[in-house]
């Protein structure tokens, strides 16, 4: 599976939008974007995900850079739920496509 | 109405011992998974079944033996328990394994072996 880096940690206060940014160089022309992300003591839980083209759903926005090289998430106002662990992950669309490899991924603190 | 469930939430028991997890799926779902999250939060894959049929074993110890006595029931039984495998376990479904569906994880179980 190709590889995505993400920054350990960031920070946001309440209301505001966040930009968790993925880098993922390596990534082929199969592979799709996942997002899913870890509140305390919870599952991990589906967040969004893309190929190409930028991406909206009730929870966050995908934006995916052109070469395809980096996306980012984007949480239009940050509630203090939004607190958790945020994991890019790539899928392929070929091989042994059921899993999902995760990473350490981005461990976001809200402030009040 | 929960998705994902598993059982126990929390699971303590002793070295040597055999016990199991169970986890059940009422989303329609033909594949079911088995995840590991240890105490360093890293998260991995350890079982997929596709309508009770194995398809993914990720290097995992005989002692760890999948069930799955019907596609919406993935139980997990671990035989002479060691102290590493004290972890969190998730059950996760998801339609047909494909690429584009998002997995539904259930709440998770807390395994101490001490």
């Known amino acids: 599976d190709a590889k995505t880096t993400q920054p350990n940690s960031m920070e946001s206060n309440e209301e505001e939008p966040v930009h968790l940014p993925c880098n993922h160089s390596t990534i082929s022309g199969t592979d799709y974007i996942h997002w899913y992300r870890q509140l305390p003591s919870q599952g991990p839980e589906y967040v969004i995900h893309g190929l190409t083209s930028n991406v909206n759903n009730r929870m966050a926005s995908l934006a995916i850079a052109e070469d395809r090289k980096s996306s980012t998430l984007i949480l239009h106002r940050a509630t203090l739920r939004d607190a958790a662990v945020y994991y890019c992950i790539l899928r392929n669309s070929g091989g042994s496509n059921y899993k999902l490899t995760f990473g350490k991924g981005t461990l976001l603190t809200v402030n009040p | 109405d929960t998705a994902v469930s598993q059982t126990p939430k929390y699971l303590v028991t002793q070295m040597g011992n055999d016990k199991s997890i169970k986890c059940e799926q009422n989303l329609g779902h033909d594949t079911m998974y088995w995840y590991k999250q240890d105490s360093k939060k890293f998260l991995k894959i350890m079982f997929s079944?596709?309508?009770?049929?194995?398809?993914i074993n990720e290097t995992v110890p005989n002692r760890f033996s999948p069930k799955s006595p019907d596609k919406a029931h993935l139980n997990l039984h671990i035989n002479s328990l060691e102290l590493g495998d004290s972890a969190v376990y998730f059950c996760a479904s998801s339609p047909l394994g494909t690429y584009t569906y998002e997995q539904y994880f259930g709440p998770g179980t807390r395994l101490t072996v001490t």
């Open positions: 079944y596709n309508n009770k049929e194995l398809i």
